[in-house]
């Protein structure tokens, strides 16, 4: 039965990117609000268009810090892949926003004349008062840009990352102070007051949190490495053992922090995906691809190390999928690892219902775990894998090219297709091509359920 023609667009209101994007919106608006319930004048349009950009900016900038933050619970910032890419592009805007401050500021003055504009830059500008926020800009677009152009930076990752963290501590404590003390608002209002250093000293507690306290609770239980093996030509195969005593549970299709270097306050900590699933337990193995500098010494690992998870992180769940006819999982590459956990995990609980794997790479040598998935194509009712390779193979079950829409048509079954849930993980440009795909064949955007690769 199709969709009525007004269906497909209230599931893209209940998709879980809209909201959270409607969460964060209101979260953000919170402080503007609070500026009505205190009875603030803002003397004109444009003061209150210039209060309205400046307090919704100050919330984003403290909002950062959680986005950013790791946090485990409340649903606005368990979904690690949405936090981070917000993070990230909310971060440039922000840039432009505290670049463009003191212009808008004095926007009204050189609009009265060139001379008046130019006595209230040097008088701003010469003001003992104004000096907090003066040093606030200049480090906000320094670190901002830092951030932006990091991949292009001669320096390591654990030295741009420590950086980063205080550089913006020290804006936000800056800027609070500047925003407090020299805004109209902050010098006649004790409650806004208060609210702004609410903010300030949660964002500082959360980052002290995450890179002081947590260390070490980490270092008390580290996991052991029990071996590290070559899977592909391309992938390895990290295989953990989960200290006695320890509550890690996860659920299929989560990922984790791993940080091999023997100290839980080294930066030096990656996100891979778990393979494993539940039953397993103590054991957790991750399938990692060399794709850089980390990723290539992995076998300089030595077996009964000490290595430090931070986990478990992210929103994918087979619950999305109770109700579902069928179940479709798309790897691309390293993204086959939340597959290889949602598919053990189904297979674990005996599921009769559909189960499809489209599985791509670049050559057929880099397919892990074929005996496996093959052994479950013998074992699970319905269970299928289609291999997707971009070159060409003399193997006689290999589709040819990308994941496109023919090879996940292939894999679906014809009828309800809109009562399937499609579970994707790879390259940013995969996910959006198969999102696009899936969705011409009938599936909603709100049962698409997706992992990058990287934030």
């Not at 269906?7 to 809209?18: C, D, K, N, Y």
Request: net charge positive.
């Amino acid at each position: 039965m199709r969709a009525k023609p007004y269906s497909l667009f209230t599931q893209g209101f209940r998709t879980q990117g809209f909201r959270l994007k409607a969460r964060y919106c209101l979260l953000l608006l919170i402080p503007y609000l609070a500026t009505h319930a205190l009875s603030m004048d803002f003397k004109g349009w444009y003061a209150e268009a210039i209060s309205l950009a400046w307090v919704v900016g100050m919330a984003a900038f403290f909002v950062q810090f959680a986005l950013g933050g790791r946090i485990r619970k409340g649903t606005l910032f368990t979904n690690i892949d949405w936090s981070m890419t917000r993070h990230k592009r909310v971060g440039k805007y922000l840039g432009y926003l505290f670049f463009l401050h003191p212009f808008l500021i004095l926007a009204p003055s050189f609009a009265v004349s060139m001379d008046y504009g130019m006595t209230s830059l040097v008088s701003t500008l010469t003001a003992p008062a104004m000096l907090t926020g003066l040093i606030a800009w200049g480090l906000m677009l320094l670190f901002v840009l830092l951030a932006v152009y990091k991949q292009a930076l001669p320096v390591r990752y654990e030295t741009w990352h420590l950086l980063h963290l205080l550089g913006f501590s020290c804006v936000a404590i800056l800027a609070t102070l500047h925003v407090t003390s020299v805004g109209r608002h902050g010098q006649f209002q004790p409650g806004f007051n208060l609210l702004w250093w609410g903010l300030c000293s949660a964002a500082i507690a959360l980052m002290l949190y995450n890179h002081l306290f947590k260390p070490l609770r980490l270092q008390r239980r580290p996991f052991k490495l029990k071996s590290v093996a070559r899977v592909s030509t391309s992938d390895w195969q990290l295989t953990l053992e989960k200290p006695a005593g320890v509550d890690f549970d996860f659920a299929p299709g989560q990922f984790a922090w791993i940080n091999t270097s023997g100290s839980a306050f080294d930066m030096n900590d990656h996100p891979f995906s778990i393979a494993s699933c539940r039953k397993d337990l103590p054991v957790v193995s991750f399938i990692i691809r060399t794709l850089g500098d980390y990723t290539a010494n992995l076998d300089s690992l030595q077996p009964g190390q000490n290595v430090y998870l931070d986990g478990p992180y992210g929103s994918m769940s087979l619950q999305d999928s109770d109700k579902a006819d069928g179940i479709l999982l798309v790897a691309g590459g390293a993204g086959i690892g939340p597959m290889l956990s949602l598919l053990r995990a189904l297979a674990a609980r005996q599921e009769t219902r559909p189960v499809r794997l489209v599985y791509g790479n670049r050559s057929l040598d880099q397919m892990v775990m074929q005996d496996e998935i093959r052994g479950l194509e013998q074992q699970m009712a319905d269970f299928r894998q289609l291999r997707v390779c971009s070159e060409e193979s003399t193997a006689s079950d290999i589709h040819t090219g990308v994941i496109d829409r023919v090879s996940l048509a292939q894999s679906l079954d014809t009828g309800r297709r809109e009562n399937w849930e499609v579970y994707v993980c790879g390259p940013s440009a995969m996910i959006k091509a198969v999102r696009r795909h899936a969705r011409a064949l009938g599936i909603p955007e709100s049962h698409i359920h997706y992992e990058q690769l990287a934030f």
